[in-house]
């Protein structure tokens, strides 16, 4: 463990020059690219911040105030498994990897850079959303998650520069060159290009965006390039507390919104300046459906591919099957023909999209009766509802048709006519937005979100996260 060199470090750094001297030529781009790109208006601010220091189950992490670009961005793998083979495809009980196999580095690059490129994206979505914080404990969370983000581009980086040469180092490059939601240079995903410049959609995107991330890691955590299994894993353990702060996130939206419904004899919660749940299922079918593209096309030979080349598994692909080659099964998956749905059986392997995004949808249903729990217990009779995969879609196999929020098929017209009851409109996204002032005092919360239960690793709620410049700035406005 090398956690006082330049790049801390658990790969032994020290002893491979070449990558060694690579990684520090990259170092001052990724400071740039930070500072112009990375949260505005608090680079000088003191956070309160988690930086992973080990890899060990107990103590990986440790707190303490940080300037953010001082923020130790370190290199960490999981341990490797002794004698660990490849799970799943048709190298099924081969010794994995330790180098990239020729005929798999050009895929390998690709599912590697394409994972990096969304961590800086969304760093650069959500660059402005400090300014308008509903709490200090909200605004730590974000730059928490911010530079682990950045954390986790450097864990890509690590392995283009150590096993693509060249075209390793000037992927690294074009990393911190594109940027979200420019036309002329946009980040790859187009999820990713997405304004996220309130609280309300943060909190949805680190709930479906990030819980996408979740289930991608998850996958190349099984593959059979055992460093990106190692380097997966760790980012894993990072990535549960952005998913923490998106279902919690909306949890307290949604805890207030039906206080201040319970307060109208209309059941407006506007009017008491909160965001009403109708309002927030809105913005539930926009996220969720705009997140579900990520997992790709439902019949996929790129899907098959990385399965069969042994690249990417299934979610707990080990634990969770008994047949890890996938060459007999078939998927019976929801397609429309002849103006109806209906079930076609599609070869297993180029369904994996599918049974990854069945995972997916199955934990954000379990989210979304959570959040339905606490609106009952505040006595409100609201349900918040998944929409239907089908609903809203891009890609795939059912872009181009048009479907209700329960996966009914319906005609463009209807869809049009009943648009802004399911999707938020101009209105209802500057609404939101007005409720964004920033509340920046110790313990103090936007009116318009519950306060959290707890505080951060034991701090009290009224623990001063943020401290400095950004924040004394946004007192003065306040
Ligand atoms: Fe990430
Ligand atoms: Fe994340």
């Not at 390998?108 to 394409?114: A, Q």
């Not at 299994?229 to 996130?249: K, N, P, Q």
């Not at 998927?331 to 429309?336: A, C, G, R, W």
């Amino acid at each position: 463990m090398s956690l006082f060199d330049k790049i801390p470090n658990n790969v032994n750094l020290s002893d491979d020059k070449r990558l060694q001297r690579a990684l520090e030529t990259w170092q001052p781009d990724f400071i740039n690219w930070w500072r112009e790109m990375g949260p505005s208006g608090f680079q000088e601010d003191q956070v309160y911040l988690r930086t992973a220091i080990s890899v060990s189950n107990d103590g990986w992490a440790h707190y303490d105030y940080v300037k953010m670009p001082e923020y130790r961005w370190g290199i960490f793998l999981t341990p490797p498994e002794p004698g660990r083979t490849i799970s799943f495809g048709d190298h099924a009980g081969q010794p994995v990897w330790n180098e990239v196999p020729g005929e798999l580095r050009n895929v390998l690059r690709r599912i590697i850079v394409t994972q990096a490129d969304t961590e800086p994206a969304s760093v650069e979505q959500q660059r402005m959303l400090g300014l308008t914080a509903p709490s200090l404990y909200d605004l730590r969370n974000l730059f928490q998650v911010n530079v682990e983000e950045g954390r986790h581009l450097w864990a890509m980086v690590h392995l283009l520069h150590q096993f693509f040469g060249r075209d390793g180092r000037e992927e690294a490059e074009q990393l911190l060159q594109r940027r979200a939601g420019n036309p002329d240079t946009p980040r790859i995903l187009s999820t990713f290009n997405e304004a996220t410049d309130e609280w309300l959609s943060f909190f949805c995107f680190t709930m479906f965006t990030d819980r996408d991330g979740k289930y991608q890691l998850a996958s190349l955590a099984e593959s059979g390039f055992d460093p990106l299994s190692r380097a997966t894993r760790f980012m894993l353990t990072e990535e549960a507390f952005h998913l923490f702060v998106g279902e919690t996130g909306i949890d307290r939206i949604v805890r207030r919104s039906a206080q201040l419904t319970k307060m109208d004899p209309n059941g407006d919660a506007r009017k008491h300046g909160g965001i009403d749940l109708p309002t927030v299922q809105k913005y539930i079918n926009y996220w969720f459906s705009s997140a579900v593209e990520l997992f790709g096309g439902e019949i996929s030979t790129n899907a098959a591919e990385f399965f069969s080349t042994g690249l990417k598994g299934r979610y707990r692909e080990k634990e969770k099957y008994q047949d890890h080659a996938a060459l007999e099964g078939f998927y019976s998956l929801d397609v429309f023909e002849n103006g109806r749905i209906q079930q076609r059986e599609v070869p297993l392997r180029n369904a994996l999209n599918e049974v990854l995004r069945d995972e997916y949808v199955s934990d954000c249903e379990r989210a979304v009766r959570k959040w339905n729990r606490t609106i009952a217990a505040e006595g409100v009779g609201f349900e918040l509802k998944l929409p239907s995969r089908k609903f809203n879609r891009k890609m795939g196999i059912y872009a181009g048709l048009y479907f209700d929020t329960d996966g009914n098929p319906i005609s463009q017209e209807a869809f049009e006519a009943r648009r802004d009851n399911w999707l938020p409109t101009p209105e209802d996204r500057a609404y939101v937005r007005s409720l964004m002032v920033p509340v920046v005092e110790p313990g103090k919360v936007a009116h318009w979100i519950a306060p959290p239960a707890k505080g951060i690793e034991g701090t009290p709620l009224d623990f001063e996260y943020v401290r400095g410049e950004g924040v004394n700035r946004l007192r003065g406005n306040a």
